[in-house]
């Protein structure tokens, strides 16, 4: 279940197609490395999925160092690639 926001907590987005590489990215606040390979969830904790037509869409997850709200998206790309 995602947890409210305020208005200046407001998620920010990540679009998966727009990153090169393994698909690691700073957070957009403060800057923490977030990897697909972390299972730990010692730098980022998974909120919320969306899944539509059983393919998963969009991954809200929060910084594990600053618990800024993040929102991925472009997951169809990834795995049609």
């Known amino acids: 279940m995602m947890k409210k926001l305020d208005k200046k907590d407001s998620p920010y987005k990540v679009d998966l197609t727009a990153i090169e590489g393994d698909g ?30 059983d393919e998963l869409v969009e991954l809200v997850i929060s910084c594990g160092k600053c618990s800024s709200i993040i929102r991925l998206t472009g997951f169809q790309q990834v795995f049609d690639a």
Request: glycine share 4%.
């Open 24 to 53: 690691s990215f700073p957070c957009p606040k403060c800057g923490m490395m977030i990897s697909p390979e972390d299972e730990t969830e010692d730098n980022y904790t998974i909120e919320d999925t969306k899944v539509v037509n």
